[in-house]
């Protein structure tokens, strides 16, 4: 069983960057395909993107294609969210998940704790 963690985020300004980490504890991240989701107040989590455990495929949803970059370092047992250009819109919890690339939450068994994201205007 894998236990995961966001770290990063935080307050950010629009136009601006923020990145989110996700490390895992109990068993190499290596093994896990990783997905991002978001939820923010009053909405349903929703699907931001995904990784493969190898890291050839990279998904993202249609909102954030362009200004979102989702890698790994296997090495360290991490995966990344670099978020760019950011929205007031893109405010909300993110969390990481394990272990598929899919965009429905139903398909990842294992979740973060979650990560505040707050992006001013």
């Known amino acids: 069983q894998v236990q995961l963690v966001e770290s990063g985020g935080g307050l950010g300004q629009a136009g601006g960057s923020l990145r989110l980490s996700c490390s895992a504890s109990?068993?190499?991240?290596?093994?896990?395909?990783v997905g991002w989701f978001r939820q923010a107040p009053g909405k349903e989590r929703e699907f931001v993107g995904a990784?493969?455990?190898?890291?050839?495929?990279?998904y993202y949803t249609d909102s954030v294609k362009g200004r979102f970059n989702i890698a790994r370092d296997n090495r360290k047992n991490t995966v990344y969210l670099q978020m760019n250009s950011l929205k007031p819109e893109d405010t909300a919890v993110y969390y990481c998940?394990?272990?598929?690339?899919?965009?429905?939450?139903?398909?990842?068994?294992?979740w973060g704790q979650g990560a505040q994201v707050t992006v001013s205007s």
């Open positions: 998940a394990a272990d598929s690339v899919s965009s429905r939450r139903q398909d990842y068994a294992y």
């Open positions: 109990g068993r190499a991240l290596s093994s896990y395909s």
């Open positions: 990784i493969s455990w190898s890291g050839i495929r990279i």
